[in-house]
């Protein structure tokens, strides 16, 4: 695994580098090839008035006899209350960690789930090939602390817009229709819009997103849903 990180508080760059092989040996019980590239980026718009722009791309293929599947979806494992009314796909949990054909996938580490693209399931899409981009616009929402509630810090908010798809031989094209209808359909696109705010409480990073399904063949597809979780980056 290769890591280049030189962001500072307002800007800079992160990057990741990482490839993983289980070679075709006999006391091996999978063989495939895995690769993973991320990289993150952050530009510093108004220094002064700490607003950000973030971008990060993500990318990842697995070959070989037992290729690995990536699942793309969802605000993250840390998600503490939502109102979607499961956090995992059902399509994914059926076909894939219920599924004999599949053993391994019945235990959790060893399923690649990807994040975030918010407003949907987790392992909404899944496939040997994945790819998610994800834009952040990071201002500041009140400045000051709370007089009254010394538990909280400054608070800010986030515009964001994600996107993602995943593929197993042939990549689906973004500007094909039938790429982004059928939801249930492992393969595909997947897009989504929302705003939320950020905070610290008791110390902890909190998110608070509200976000809506997007199509760009067809515009908002869904009702607003909301997801609370922890972190401070994507």
Do not use: C
Not at 103 to 127: C, D, S, T
Not at 202 to 222: M, R
């Amino acid at each position: 695994k290769y890591v280049w990180d030189n962001t500072s508080y307002l800007n800079g760059n992160k990057t990741f580098l990482k490839y993983e092989v289980t070679p075709n040996l006999k006391s091996n019980d999978f063989v495939y090839k895995k690769l993973k590239f991320d990289t993150r980026h952050y530009i510093a718009i108004s220094p002064k008035s700490n607003i950000i722009l973030a971008t990060r791309l993500f990318i990842s293929r697995s070959t070989g006899k037992n290729a690995r599947l990536f699942a793309i979806g969802g605000s993250g494992q840390n998600t503490f209350a939502h109102s979607d009314h499961a956090l995992l796909n059902p399509v994914y949990r059926s076909e894939i960690m219920d599924n004999p054909e599949y053993p391994e996938y019945q235990y959790l580490f060893m399923n690649n789930f990807e994040y975030p693209v918010r407003g949907y399931h987790i392992a909404q899409k899944f496939g040997k090939h994945a790819m998610i981009f994800n834009l952040e616009l990071r201002l500041p929402f009140l400045i000051y602390y709370f007089p009254a509630i010394k538990y909280f810090g400054q608070i800010f908010g986030t515009i964001f817009v994600d996107a993602g798809v995943t593929w197993d031989d042939n990549y689906p094209q973004f500007s094909d229709k039938s790429n982004w209808f059928d939801i249930d359909d492992h393969t595909g696109w997947i897009m989504s819009y929302g705003l939320g705010p950020r905070f610290y409480f008791f110390g902890v990073p909190w998110k608070l997103d509200y976000v809506w399904q997007y199509n760009p063949h067809e515009g908002t597809i869904s009702s607003r849903s909301w997801y609370l979780s922890l972190g401070v980056d994507f």
